[in-house]
Protein backbone atom coordinates (compact mmCIF):
# COMPACT_ATOMS: atom_id res chain seq x y z
CA UNK A 1 0.00 0.00 0.00
CA UNK A 2 1.57 3.47 -0.48
CA UNK A 3 -0.60 6.94 0.59
CA UNK A 4 0.55 10.24 -1.32
CA UNK A 5 0.24 13.58 0.51
CA UNK A 6 -0.15 16.53 -2.16
CA UNK A 7 1.04 20.26 -0.88
CA UNK A 8 2.09 23.55 -2.11
CA UNK A 9 -0.68 24.35 -3.85
CA UNK A 10 -2.17 27.80 -3.59
CA UNK A 11 -2.54 31.10 -5.36
CA UNK A 12 -0.23 32.77 -7.45
CA UNK A 13 -0.14 35.74 -9.96
CA UNK A 14 -0.15 34.81 -14.17
CA UNK A 15 3.71 34.34 -14.51
CA UNK A 16 4.73 33.23 -11.01
CA UNK A 17 5.38 29.90 -9.95
CA UNK A 18 5.43 26.95 -7.32
CA UNK A 19 5.95 23.66 -6.60
CA UNK A 20 4.08 21.33 -5.64
CA UNK A 21 5.24 18.05 -3.63
CA UNK A 22 3.71 14.78 -3.25
CA UNK A 23 5.29 12.53 -0.13
CA UNK A 24 4.91 8.75 -0.30
CA UNK A 25 4.72 6.65 2.37
CA UNK A 26 6.19 2.87 1.87
CA UNK A 27 9.17 1.30 1.57
CA UNK A 28 8.83 0.25 -2.14
CA UNK A 29 8.78 4.03 -3.72
CA UNK A 30 11.74 3.26 -5.47
CA UNK A 31 9.63 0.93 -7.52
CA UNK A 32 7.05 3.16 -8.61
CA UNK A 33 6.55 5.79 -11.30
CA UNK A 34 4.73 8.48 -10.33
CA UNK A 35 2.89 11.19 -12.12
CA UNK A 36 0.94 14.21 -11.60
CA UNK A 37 -2.35 15.15 -13.07
CA UNK A 38 -4.96 17.74 -12.92
CA UNK A 39 -8.54 18.51 -12.94
CA UNK A 40 -10.24 22.15 -13.33
CA UNK A 41 -13.74 23.29 -12.84
CA UNK A 42 -15.95 21.24 -15.33
CA UNK A 43 -13.64 19.40 -17.14
CA UNK A 44 -11.69 15.82 -17.11
CA UNK A 45 -9.07 15.05 -15.50
CA UNK A 46 -5.98 15.25 -17.68
CA UNK A 47 -2.04 14.00 -17.73
CA UNK A 48 0.51 16.52 -16.92
CA UNK A 49 3.72 15.42 -15.92
CA UNK A 50 5.38 11.82 -15.00
CA UNK A 51 8.79 10.37 -14.43
CA UNK A 52 9.97 6.67 -14.16
CA UNK A 53 11.32 4.42 -11.00
CA UNK A 54 14.56 6.06 -11.67
CA UNK A 55 13.86 9.33 -12.45
CA UNK A 56 16.10 8.91 -15.37
CA UNK A 57 13.17 9.40 -18.06
CA UNK A 58 10.46 12.31 -17.75
CA UNK A 59 7.28 12.90 -19.40
CA UNK A 60 4.86 15.95 -20.13
CA UNK A 61 1.77 17.26 -21.32
CA UNK A 62 2.28 19.76 -24.87
CA UNK A 63 0.46 22.36 -22.61
CA UNK A 64 3.26 22.32 -19.80
CA UNK A 65 6.70 21.21 -21.70
CA UNK A 66 9.16 24.22 -20.82
CA UNK A 67 7.05 25.51 -18.20
CA UNK A 68 6.94 22.37 -15.46
CA UNK A 69 9.30 20.57 -13.97
CA UNK A 70 9.12 16.82 -12.25
CA UNK A 71 11.59 15.35 -9.99
CA UNK A 72 11.90 12.84 -7.52
CA UNK A 73 14.08 12.66 -4.45
CA UNK A 74 14.54 9.17 -3.00
CA UNK A 75 15.57 10.20 0.63
CA UNK A 76 12.96 12.58 1.46
CA UNK A 77 10.37 9.71 -0.36
CA UNK A 78 8.51 12.66 -2.41
CA UNK A 79 8.26 13.84 -5.57
CA UNK A 80 7.69 17.27 -6.68
CA UNK A 81 6.20 19.74 -9.46
CA UNK A 82 8.01 22.66 -10.46
CA UNK A 83 5.93 24.79 -12.37
CA UNK A 84 6.79 27.87 -13.96
CA UNK A 85 5.57 31.38 -16.20
CA UNK A 86 1.94 29.46 -15.06
CA UNK A 87 -1.24 30.85 -16.64
CA UNK A 88 -4.73 31.12 -15.68
CA UNK A 89 -5.25 28.25 -17.49
CA UNK A 90 -3.82 25.95 -15.11
CA UNK A 91 -6.00 26.44 -12.19
CA UNK A 92 -7.19 23.66 -11.55
CA UNK A 93 -6.30 20.28 -8.70
CA UNK A 94 -3.34 18.84 -8.79
CA UNK A 95 -2.86 15.37 -7.70
CA UNK A 96 -0.24 13.33 -7.21
CA UNK A 97 0.00 9.49 -8.19
CA UNK A 98 1.33 5.83 -8.33
CA UNK A 99 2.30 3.37 -10.86
CA UNK A 100 3.77 -0.22 -9.90
CA UNK A 101 5.77 -1.47 -12.25
CA UNK A 102 8.48 1.35 -12.89
CA UNK A 103 7.75 2.83 -16.23
CA UNK A 104 5.84 5.96 -16.32
CA UNK A 105 2.72 6.25 -17.99
CA UNK A 106 0.15 9.24 -19.42
CA UNK A 107 -3.49 7.49 -18.88
CA UNK A 108 -5.34 7.74 -15.17
CA UNK A 109 -5.90 3.78 -15.18
CA UNK A 110 -2.51 3.04 -15.41
CA UNK A 111 -1.94 4.28 -12.04
CA UNK A 112 -2.43 2.11 -8.53
CA UNK A 113 -2.53 4.94 -5.81
CA UNK A 114 -3.71 8.69 -5.55
CA UNK A 115 -3.22 11.57 -3.30
CA UNK A 116 -6.47 13.86 -2.03
CA UNK A 117 -5.20 16.67 -4.58
CA UNK A 118 -4.01 20.31 -3.35
CA UNK A 119 -5.54 23.56 -5.43
CA UNK A 120 -3.44 25.63 -7.38
CA UNK A 121 -5.51 28.89 -8.74
CA UNK A 122 -3.47 31.19 -11.04
CA UNK A 123 -5.04 34.45 -11.27
CA UNK A 124 -4.72 36.81 -14.61
Known amino acids: QVQLVESGGGLVQAGGSLRLSCAASGRTFSNYAMGWFRQAPGKEREFVAA????????YYADSVKGRFTISRDYAKITIYLQMNSLKPEDTAVYYC?????????????????WGQGTQVTVSS
Open 97 to 113: AARRGGSAAYTMPSYDY
Open 51 to 58: INWSGGST
